[in-house]
Nanobody, 115 residues
């Protein structure tokens, strides 16, 4: 059974930082591309950042220079370090794993940035 479990969300003031974690089980983690997505109320789910199995990263323009995605294959975990947070970053953040036709999502973790 595949599980992606996000943690690290919470309430933070604008300008602050949070580090999200996503622990994966039931997949061969090192072979999977991993990503973070977010969905604000009333909006579609959008890509935040991805990291390939080889470590190549990609970021949404809105988070470039502020967020950093990384992975630890030994711990089957992907991280999202979020700095200089803004109220517009408020959303539920979801972890995703992808390998060929296998595509899994976590349950999400709430991030709220107060002004």
């Amino acid at each position: 059974q595949v599980q992606l479990v996000e943690s690290g969300g919470g309430l933070v003031q604008a300008g602050g930082s949070l580090r999200l974690s996503c622990a994966a089980s039931g997949i061969i983690f090192r072979l999977n591309a991993m990503g973070w997505y977010r969905q604000a109320p009333g909006k579609q789910r959008d890509l935040v950042a991805t990291i390939s199995s080889g470590g190549n990263t990609n970021y949404a323009d809105s988070v470039k220079g502020r967020f950093t995605i990384s992975r630890d294959n030994a711990k089957n975990t992907v991280y999202l370090q979020m700095n200089s947070l803004k109220p517009d970053d408020t959303a539920v953040y979801y972890c995703r794993s992808n390998h060929y036709r296998s595509d899994y999502w976590g349950q999400g973790t709430q991030v709220t940035v107060s002004s």
